[in-house]
């Protein structure tokens, strides 16, 4: 028999039916498309090289959750912009502030759901945020 606390996830195929809150700076819409691998500052404390992969077809699925007590949230799953992928995490867009130790799950491109940690949040604009997560699992 199947257990009915099973969650659901979504498919690759949903991604256009979940909100996607972003709203991307008239200044970016132009050259929003950057793809290969991207450059390394000196300061960057980062320890596996990324790749871009920002692109309007690069939304995935996001569950937000609450895991931090101080910051509510509205459990379900929303689409955000992947905008690079490393090794050891990735960068994306969302269009709330995320709070560095919040943790969620994300489906990558070809299904993989993950456990990411927020490590940071800058504000482009009203409702477009960078974030930066690790993975928490292999």
Same mark, same amino acid.
């Given at each position: 028999?199947?257990?009915?606390?099973?969650?659901?996830?979504?498919?690759?195929?949903?991604?256009?039916?979940?909100?996607?809150?972003?709203?991307?700076?008239?200044?970016?819409?132009?050259?929003?498309?950057?793809?290969?691998?991207?450059?390394?500052?000196?300061?960057?404390?980062? &320890?596996?090289?990324?790749? &871009?992969?920002?692109?309007?077809?690069?939304?995935?699925?996001?569950?937000?959750?609450?895991?931090?007590?101080?910051?509510?949230?509205?459990?379900?799953?929303?689409?955000?912009?992947?905008?690079?992928?490393?090794?050891?995490?990735?960068?994306?867009?969302?269009?709330?502030?995320?709070?560095?130790?919040?943790?969620?799950?994300?489906?990558?491109?070809?299904?993989?759901?993950?456990?990411?940690?927020?490590?940071?949040?800058?504000?482009?604009?009203?409702?477009?945020?960078?974030?930066?997560?690790?993975?928490?699992?292999?």
């Amino acid at each position: 028999m199947l257990d009915s606390r099973l969650e659901r996830v979504p498919s690759v195929s949903e991604i256009g039916q979940l909100p996607c809150l972003v709203a991307l700076p008239e200044s970016w819409k132009a050259d929003f498309e950057q793809k290969g691998v991207a450059p390394t500052l000196p300061t960057c404390k980062r &320890r596996y090289p990324r790749m &871009r992969c920002r692109s309007r077809n690069a939304l995935v699925p996001l569950e937000l959750r609450q895991s931090l007590p101080a910051f509510p949230r509205v459990p379900g799953w929303c689409a955000v912009y992947l905008t690079d992928v490393g090794r050891g995490g990735i960068g994306m867009l969302h269009g709330e502030q995320l709070y560095p130790k919040e943790q969620f799950r994300i489906v990558l491109s070809e299904g993989t759901l993950g456990l990411i940690e927020i490590v940071r949040c800058e504000r482009i604009d009203a409702h477009c945020f960078n974030i930066g997560a690790r993975f928490l699992d292999k």
